[in-house]
């Protein structure tokens, strides 16, 4: 296939579905389908495609199943789920008390761990509202992701380090998976969609006047033409005053079409503008109170970067231009040393901030002080999470490899790294990643069980049961209150009994 037809079938496939695929994935893709299907020409494949018959129908459903990733996981991004529901969620229900509906679509839902994380968010948050009227929808491209979503049955891989308490009460074990409640899964409707193909508002469909809107990691597949298309018809699609919430990055250099955008400090989200009466409705976001970051030491972190002690100057018997060197000299350290206490500030805030979810507010501190700090390896560290947790993988991994030039016998960026293939679909890059980390740390109890949920994933139970096991030993070998490396919240006695818990279920 050549240069030319490939960027044939790119144009007409984002055309259709708004997706941009890369060449090489979607050359051995389109390739295999036309093999399959009998055809030589790819004009003649796309005239096929581009037919109403039953025929097409499934060849795009086959089609959308390849170059969709279709991963997700339970309450991804934990700041902006805080953002949802303390803030969205409260001015909503307090907003709509009176006629007691809520509605909310899930754009681009995939297997359905979102629109399911909104609906156990809300029984766990306002108990009344189960008295209210609320409809989850949820829509993605991808016919077998949404199957799968009605389903609702889950592997060990849906849940990344999700409450057990909240997989005990909603959640059964079934045949090696978890079933969902069937109360929680009442509250979610499934439906295919394409939202560049479809019209919205789609009244028939239930997706009008839809209170909140969250549409995460979707536009960063999209091409800019795609994006301010989609954007459109999800902007009319909210009811007046309503709420969008994307992916942190997606939308920056996007005309916001009657959007306006309300910066908080896990994320940005943005509301419908015009009121009933036609006049721009302009929301004051909450105050949000900011905690002075804890004055800490850093000096054990700063591994790549040395702190210069104040200049010493030799007393002397000199002329005075000589001596008028001195207090200039003096003067110089001084700022070198404020400036480099500034430093410590800086880096010590954008900590703080990355342990509260304050992304982009970390990212803005952490760069601001790698400016002067460029070989700082565990900043870039930090500033590569914040991208990650913000959803702007390119710059994430962009800073990994700038960490691994600092120093490449670490296996924190190979970490990230792993999880950026995951995300992309990359599957054995990520494995590779997982196993680098492994070799450079022997002890990394979760590159074992992020391994071995991928090898549980593709259809190698025996091998991710192994690499449990293996971790399971480390954590014996630990104090029980000792941290875990990438797990922030969990201790090392904590994700011990959440282990043997799970593999008490499984038998």
Avoid at 212 to 223: D, L
Avoid at 412 to 436: C, S
Wanted: with cysteine; hydrophobic share 40%; aromatic share 8%.
């Amino acid at each position: 296939m050549n240069r030319l037809s490939m960027s044939y079938i790119q144009e007409f496939i984002s055309a259709h579905t708004g997706l941009s695929v890369g060449d090489k994935d979607l050359k051995s893709t389109v390739v295999s389908r036309m093999k399959g299907l009998g055809f030589s020409d790819v004009d003649e494949y796309c005239r096929f495609l581009e037919t109403e018959s039953p025929e097409s129908k499934d060849e795009w459903k086959q089609l959308c199943q390849i170059i969709t990733t279709g991963e997700s996981f339970f309450f991804r991004d934990k700041g902006q789920f805080h953002l949802i529901r303390n803030t969205i969620l409260k001015e909503l229900i307090e907003a709509n008390r009176d006629r007691r509906t809520l509605r909310i679509w899930s754009a681009g839902c995939s297997t359905g761990e979102e629109p399911y994380s909104l609906a156990i968010t809300i029984v766990e948050s306002f108990p009344d509202v189960t008295l209210w009227n609320v409809t989850i929808i949820g829509t993605d491209i991808n016919e077998d992701a949404i199957e799968r979503a009605r389903r609702g049955l889950y592997g060990d891989w849906s849940f990344r380090m999700v409450d057990p308490d909240i997989i005990s009460k909603y959640f059964k074990r079934r045949k090696g998976m978890y079933e969902l409640d069937e109360r929680v899964r009442r509250m979610v409707v499934f439906r295919q969609g394409n939202l560049i193909k479809d019209s919205y508002p789609d009244a028939a469909a239930g997706i009008c006047d839809i209170d909140f809107i969250i549409c995460r990691n979707v536009f960063i597949y999209f091409q800019p033409e795609n994006i301010a298309l989609a954007l459109g018809k999800l902007s009319q699609t909210l009811s007046k005053g309503g709420y969008l919430i994307t992916g942190h990055a997606e939308l920056q250099s996007v005309k916001l079409q009657g959007l306006l955008p309300i910066t908080y400090p896990h994320s940005i989200i943005y509301r419908r503008l015009a009121d009933s009466s036609g006049q721009e409705h302009r929301p004051q976001p909450q105050q949000v109170i900011f905690k002075p970051a804890k004055q800490i030491s850093i000096i054990n972190v700063q591994r790549n970067v040395k702190i210069s002690s104040p200049v010493s100057v030799r007393q002397k018997t000199v002329n005075t231009k000589a001596a008028a060197t001195v207090p200039k000299a003096a003067a110089k350290s001084k700022a070198k040393d404020v400036r480099v206490l500034q430093g410590e500030g800086l880096y010590a805030e954008a900590q703080a901030l990355y342990k509260e979810g304050k992304y982009p507010l970390a990212i803005e501190k952490a760069a601001k002080f790698l400016m002067d700090n460029p070989r700082h390896y565990d900043a870039h560290v930090l500033l590569s999470r914040a991208y990650a947790n913000t959803g702007d993988l390119k710059r994430a991994s962009d800073v990994c490899t700038n960490a691994i030039g600092i120093d490449s016998l670490r296996p924190e960026p190979y970490y990230m790294l792993a999880h950026i293939a995951e995300e992309q679909g990359k599957t054995e890059q990520a494995v590779e990643m997982f196993k680098r980390v492994i070799y450079l740390d022997a002890r990394c109890v979760p590159a074992y069980l992020e391994l071995s949920a991928i090898y549980e994933h593709k259809g190698n139970p025996k091998r991710g049961i192994k690499l449990v096991a293996a971790a399971i030993k480390i954590l014996e070998g630990l104090p029980a209150d000792s941290d875990i490396e990438f797990y922030d919240d969990m201790t090392a006695g904590e994700l011990l009994a959440h282990l043997r818990k799970s593999n008490k279920m499984k038998g």
